[in-house]
């Protein structure tokens, strides 16, 4: 009778696997791109790490230090190879789970638009208060240093999740100035 | 053990113990649901959500750019979560205590079924086993090597496999076995 139930419960239990904390995926990767880089015949990644002297006026103008080990750009560029702007995702970590935005960017840094890709069930009802109260397209046409909308008068919550999508916004446009505009230049 | 037995247990002693293995079977399934879409089911989609990630333009350490020409179609168009350190140690602090947790209750009903000691012992182990290897496997494919993504697989059908010999021994004893007089 055991060894009957031992190969029924492997049967039934073999495709078994772990889980993890419910995400809600907004937008996949390619659809991110896609709608940030209308217009783009050819894509390349560019990757980009920042040197210490290059974190430290990032963290020096904003208050905020890059640090991971390199930052992803997905480039858009038409037949002529002329760039039409660049997309970089950004995640932060909250105590809820989460949020994940892409971000548009112009050749000259100005931010075209954004995205929030992913975040978690519990943040989701937050931040839909804020994509719905049209947060995400208050960036467009603003630079890293332009002042970035607060939050209005939404709930504290909402206010808080609207604080962090609009630093990770402003974040991307940063790091793209940063490791790819002033590197251009120099 | 200490005499006290599954098969004596009365009704509602018994209709206790079999809803909550019942309701902790559909919670397993819902979270196996909810794994294959938000994750995948094999060690390849467990590696892409784990693994470090790497620079895909071949930019070496210590070097400050790379770019490389990619088609789309190599970006995944599927809605795929990414696990990096931060969501895996909430991650890992839920799941530890919540798979803990449940391994303890259904062990603990399991502790008063008939079957002999060795094989109890065993059984019992099985779903703390696999939460350990489970959740350790994360941990690995992250920082080891991500080839140990097998390990979250192995991990999550070890658990099920305890459950459903201790849901499936538990029911036997509950409603099926003669009681010896």
Known sequence: MIIRLVLLSCAIAAPALAHVTPPVVLASDRDAITTLLPGARRHFVREVRLTEEERQAVQKESGWRPEEDFYRFYIGRDEKLHDLGAVAFLTEYTIHGPVRVAVGLAPDGRIKGALVVELSEETYPWVKTVIDGGLLRSFAGRDAHEPFPRAGARSSMSAFYADIVAALVQRAALVYEAGVMKRQRN | ?181
Not at chain 2, 38 to 53: I, K, R, Y
Not at chain 2, 77 to 90: C, D, F, G, K
Not at chain 2, 111 to 129: D, G, H, N, Q
Request: glycine share 10%; net charge neutral; charged share 15%.
């Open chain 2, 1 to 181: 053990m200490n005499g006290i037995q599954l098969s004596r247990l009365p009704l509602s002693g018994r209709i206790f113990c079999t809803l909550f293995l019942l309701g902790i079977g559909c919670g397993a399934l819902a979270a196996f649901a909810q794994a294959s879409t938000a994750v995948g089911v094999s060690p390849a989609a467990v590696q892409a959500s784990l693994a470090p990630d790497l620079p895909v333009t071949g930019m070496h350490h210590g070097e400050p750019s790379g770019e490389k020409e990619i088609d789309l179609g190599e970006i995944s168009s599927e809605a795929r979560m990414t696990i990096r350190t931060p969501l895996l140690i909430q991650t890992s602090h839920t799941h530890l205590f919540g798979q803990t947790l449940i391994a303890g209750l259904v062990g603990l009903i399991f502790l008063f079924t008939s079957v002999r000691e060795r094989t109890k012992a065993a059984i019992v182990a099985l779903p703390f086993v696999g939460s350990l290897l489970d959740i350790g496997g994360m941990w690995a494919t992250r920082f080891v090597s991500p080839s140990l993504a097998t390990l979250v697989i192995v991990g999550g059908t070890v658990f099920a496999l305890g459950y459903v010999l201790i849901a499936a021994i538990s029911i036997r004893d509950l409603w099926f076995r003669k009681e010896a007089a």
